[in-house]
């Protein structure tokens, strides 16, 4: 597999929330100030939204699949552009270009044949060569941040027909295709589509005020039904500044975290949405010394603690989930022990219960001692490490906080680190395979299980190989169907003797699985939701169109 760099397609906002001119963005003019903010927001029709997100639910590169729009990490659907199928509420396909479609007896081939009234804004006609296009030229893209590499090739064998070839078998192909929208060859540029692009879908692109906000305006000869809301107005902040918002009532949903929702102003209700968005804690599997490379450049690998598999065991059984859940997320999350937890491809073996018991004995097994001052150590390496989260998430900041009180009292020294997402020699990616990080992952595919755990995973930032997990790996995507896969997803997190799981490699520390909550203004009816994966901002406005008042 390719190495796709996770830094490449996380928007970092420059600037604190006092510096963004809210009012300015919504009303056209005025001072910033929170009133003209409101008094703009207040007036839109009943046909209108403004919802806010995360600043780093705003696509660098614009809204571009090439990159990232849709696919990248926060796999949501594309808006501006159609896909061949996609997912209801409970997860199951749904045609959308495609009319229908079926894989070769083989596994390497799919054919899919599609709609022929599409259109794209422009007023050409979507067809299959487009389809062919947009595949083909993602698989190519050195900036695409989905991992195709297992497409042989996409050819369109009419204007309604497209077969797509497999380098090897890839049966959870049609979870890539639900996210992955569809650009008009004659009218695509990798320099300027993402600013201005043209689709298909339910949407347009009608305005972007680059670190600010994003405007979407009906697609007037969209194929399908009508979207109900006409306007979709998106403002990228950080969370003071969406629950300030909120509160002067300027917005009519706001995106808030388990640590703020008790602060739910009264022309609102909380809204909550179920979600498999993980957080767990990578633990470096080898020692300090090493290198990954990620994007092309080489980074530090590796760390002289967490190399020993008894302490990556040890703090697995030695962390009190159920505790870090009630004191950090007041009942909006669930402990989680996997990143695929009450999946069909999770497995019950990645569940431990705390046993500090048993989490001492892994240690002294280990020839770890504790010293004097209650900290264990081994030839002279003291069992302390470094914990880097997010400082722009409270929720991080306080499962970490959480973490290091908890090791602390068992025997290892956390000491936390809050930083941003860059490469910079304090910043996130700097230490993403030297140092534990609070990541937040999570999909409704089993492909996330195999990028964090592959040897050669994009997300592989415990830098765990096993020959024989991999194996696992390979053969659950080469079943006939996906309902077939999920043994092959299970033993690879514990086959009996090896696997991903506390009792094995102990590659991560998962924690919680945390509620996706938003301030909801009263009287907006938000359709219903599928689970949402990580990535708290597109997923909620996956059915806008369904939205109403």
């Known amino acids: 597999m390719s190495t796709i760099s996770r830094r490449s397609f996380v928007k970092i906002a420059a600037g604190s929330a006092a510096a963004l001119s809210l009012g300015g963005v919504l009303g056209g003019c005025g001072n910033g100030s929170a009133s003209s903010a409101s008094a703009a927001a207040s007036a839109h029709g009943a046909d209108e939204v403004v919802v806010t997100m995360t600043t780093s639910s705003e696509p660098s590169a614009g809204f571009d699949p090439f990159y990232s729009w849709g696919c990248g990490e926060h796999v949501h659907e594309p808006l501006i552009q159609s896909t061949l199928v996609t997912t209801d509420t409970n997860l199951h396909f749904v045609n959308d270009l495609a009319t229908d479609y079926w894989c070769g007896d083989d596994r390497l081939s799919w054919t899919f044949n599609i709609r022929s009234d599409a259109k794209f804004t422009d007023g050409q006609p979507l067809t299959a060569k487009d389809v062919a296009f947009t595949l083909n030229g993602i698989k190519d893209f050195e900036g695409s941040e989905l991992d195709l590499t297992y497409m042989k090739q996409a050819r369109a064998t009419s204007d309604t027909q497209v077969v797509i070839e497999l380098n090897k078998p890839f049966n959870a192909l049609l979870y890539t295709l639900a996210v992955v929208g569809i650009v008009p060859e004659h009218a695509y540029n990798a320099t300027t589509y993402g600013a201005n692009p043209i689709g298909s879908g339910r949407y347009m692109l009608a305005q972007w005020d680059k670190g600010q906000q994003v405007i979407f305006t009906a697609n007037p000869n969209y194929y399908g039904e009508a979207p109900k809301i006409k306007k979709l107005t998106v403002l990228f902040v950080e969370e003071d500044t969406s629950l300030a918002l909120a509160k002067a009532g300027s917005v009519d949903v706001a995106y808030t975290a388990a640590t703020l929702a008790a602060q739910t102003p009264a022309e609102y209700d909380l809204f909550r949405a179920a979600s498999v968005d993980c957080r767990g804690i990578s633990l470096p599997c080898v020692p300090a010394g090493n290198t990954r490379s990620d994007g092309g450049a080489e980074y530090p690998a590796g760390n002289n603690v967490t190399c020993f598999p008894e302490v990556r065991k040890a703090i697995n059984y030695a962390i009190d989930r159920q505790v870090l859940v ?174 991903i799981a506390p009792q094995g490699g102990a590659s991560w520390v998962w924690l919680a699985n945390v509620d996706h909550l938003y301030f909801a203004k009263k009287g907006l009816k938000i359709a219903a939701q599928k689970p949402h994966p990580h990535g708290h901002g597109w997923s909620l406005v996956n059915n806008v169109d369904q939205w109403s008042w």
């Open 326 to 499: 009630n004191n950090t997320l007041a009942g909006y999350g669930d402990v989680a022990y996997s990143v695929c937890d009450d999946l069909p491809w999770g497995s019950d073996d990645m569940r431990v219960s705390t046993d500090l018991g048993k989490a001492a004995q892994l240690m002294a097994d280990g020839g770890w001692v504790k010293g004097a001052d209650g900290i264990y150590a081994k030839d002279g390496q003291r069992a302390e490490i470094t914990l880097f989260y997010s400082a722009s998430d409270s929720v991080r900041q306080a499962m970490a906080n959480e973490f290091m009180n908890q090791m602390k009292a068992f025997g290892i020294d956390v000491a936390i680190k809050g930083s941003g997402w860059t490469t910079d020699p304090d910043g996130l990616y700097a230490h993403q395979f030297s140092d534990p990080i609070v990541w937040g992952w999570g999909a409704n595919s089993p492909t996330q299980l195999y990028d964090l755990t592959y040897g050669a995973g994009f997300g592989n930032y415990a830098v765990y190989e096993n020959a024989t997990v991999d194996a696992h790996l390979d053969a659950a995507l080469a079943t006939a169907t996906v309902e077939e896969s999920f043994d092959e997803w299970k033993k690879a997190q514990w086959d009996g003797q090896q696997g």
